[in-house]
């Protein structure tokens, strides 16, 4: 079988995908700009997360929040495959219009929201039923401002945060922390498509939610 240019659309997991090459990406990125933290791609431990969510999916109607969501395709999986309702936050705006060219290709609607992690409201939060986020903890500098943000959507309510990674050192930091504060468990995945992967999935469930014989702790 011929392979693939390099810039064909390809379909992954029901979505079809834009590779970075491909002209209709590289037009969208001389009008509007390139994205400025590594959200020049679609990186692969979101589909750690699809598969998860395939075991374990969410219930329909799902409020869930994509944070550092880049072009949002784990949002779209949630969306098409759920009925979740979504929400991409990412720091950087020049993701949006690559975000924005993918849900209508895949006939999904996202909604978005431009902050860093540590700037989302309170109140925001709360009207979240999960979080999550593929590859977000990849340099020293963010495991703080993830802490702060998973401190106060367990404050808020959010009853599951699911972030998923290769390994790296700041990942596998905030990990241990969560696993001490919030008996986050840690759990190692592998992919075969795309392409063979392993990597983790930092599961936390809501420790104030959790139900014990006497109701919730
Ligand atoms: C490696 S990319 C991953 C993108 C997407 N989750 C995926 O799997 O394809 C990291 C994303 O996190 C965003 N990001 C980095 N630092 C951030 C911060 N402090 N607050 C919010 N988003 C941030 C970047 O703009 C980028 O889109």
Not at 31 to 51: C, N, R, T
Not at 134 to 158: K, M, Q, S
Not at 197 to 205: F, K
Request: charged share 25%.
């Amino acid at each position: 079988m011929s392979k693939l240019p390099s810039a064909s659309i390809q379909n992954i997991r029901g979505l079809d995908i834009y590779p970075p090459k491909h002209p209709r990406i590289q037009k969208m990125l001389a009008k509007a700009g390139a994205p400025e933290i590594h959200g020049d791609k679609v990186w692969f431990s979101s589909y750690f997360i699809m598969d998860y969510l395939d075991a374990n999916p969410p219930a329909p109607k799902t409020r869930i929040m994509e944070i550092g969501c880049g072009w949002g395709l784990l949002s779209m999986y949630c969306t098409k495959n759920f009925h979740a309702r979504t929400l991409g936050v990412d720091a950087d705006k020049n993701v949006f219009p690559l975000l924005e060219l993918h849900a209508e290709r895949n006939k999904v609607k996202v909604k978005t929201k431009a902050s860093r992690f540590e700037n989302l409201k309170p109140a925001l939060l709360a009207k979240q039923d999960m979080i999550v986020g593929g590859d977000i903890c990849f340099w020293d500098e963010l495991v703080e401002p993830l802490h702060t943000l998973i401190a106060n959507a367990l404050d808020a309510g959010v009853k599951r945060i699911i972030i998923a990674d290769p390994g790296r050192p700041p990942f596998l930091k905030l990990a241990r922390r969560c696993r001490r504060l919030y008996k986050g468990k840690l759990k190692s995945v592998r992919i075969t498509k795309p392409r063979k992967h392993e990597g983790y999935l930092l599961i936390i469930d809501n420790p104030a939610l959790v139900l014990t014989a006497d109701g919730p702790t």
